[in-house]
């Protein structure tokens, strides 16, 4: 195995931990989307994605790890960086990044699902010993106010999925997304009271219950909060018990202005080591080559600006806490 592998803890059939990730700062380019992607930009909905409609999805998801590599070239620390990409549409970028020894996660959770479920069943363990991901990554819907029976199942499946990373050394980075319930909403004046009154409360308990079912991750992905108390608690829930995790702040599609400020909230929060960001950087450079107003390199360059841009927003919220 060669020195980079190395470096980078890899291995072919068990993935040695060899670096304390609560540690590091981690900024991950997130191009994992499958549904909202051939939806959004490809504007496929009600069918399932022809051939060439997924090799044009593919050649899109191709053009994004250029430009996060064009960003390393400009500066950006390599040993900070990190994708995020799915099997479905970036099979090669995927192989592309295991042989160039970059940091990358790959998701193994059904796409476009409420209810969280593994993509390939009792299979998912061939798919993530045959690409080798740094991370194995799960998106969640989980209101700790919700269904019990639905909350009950997913707990079930993440303990399954946890014990394997576990028993193979893999870290395993968890998305969490805390939707409103009916009745939460209906006893709010508007959505944004939601996010900001209530939803980082139930995001604590929604961590709580999940570490309590046995479900571990290296690093929790989680939605934005606006003020620094909020992503304190988060942090120590995170850590609760001594536990040697840390968090990322994710976009969650919002506005350059709003994921900029909850990158800034997390940069001066002690225990969050970057972010998780896709389409609030690589959404516009995208459609604006499909529209022909730019063409590819000027998309590819766009990427790389807006992703190099968050990194320096985090770093000098850092460099000022």
Known sequence: MGETAQAFGIVNTMKTATRDWSQEELFI????HRGTFTSGLLGIKGCAATKEEKGAASVY????????????????????????????????????????????????????????????????????EDYDPTFVKVLVRYNPEGDKETNSRQLKRLKTLNDYLKSTNRPFLFELLVPATKTQLDALP??????????????????????????????WKLEGVDSPEDSSRLVAQARRGGRKASVVTLGRGESKEMVQKWVEVGAMTKGVSGFAVG??????????LKAKKTNREQAIQSIAENYQGLVKVFNSKRKSR
């Open 29 to 32: 380019l997130a191009f994992d």
């Open 61 to 128: 998801k191709e053009m994004i790890y250029e430009g996060f590599k064009k960003a390393i070239q400009h500066g950006v620390p390599r040993a900070n960086t990190g994708i995020l990409v799915d099997e479905e549409f970036g099979s090669g970028v995927l192989r592309q990044a295991k042989k160039e020894g970059y940091t990358f996660a790959m998701p193994v959770e059904k796409s476009g699902q409420d209810e969280f479920d593994l993509e390939y069943s009792a299979d998912f363990k061939k798919h993530i």
């Open 190 to 219: 508007d959505k944004k009271q939601y996010d900001t009154r209530v939803r980082p409360k139930l995001m604590v308990a929604a961590m709580a219950q999940i570490q309590d079912a046995g479900v571990d991750p290296t690093i």
């Open 279 to 288: 389409r609030t950087i690589w959404w516009d450079p995208l459609n604006g």
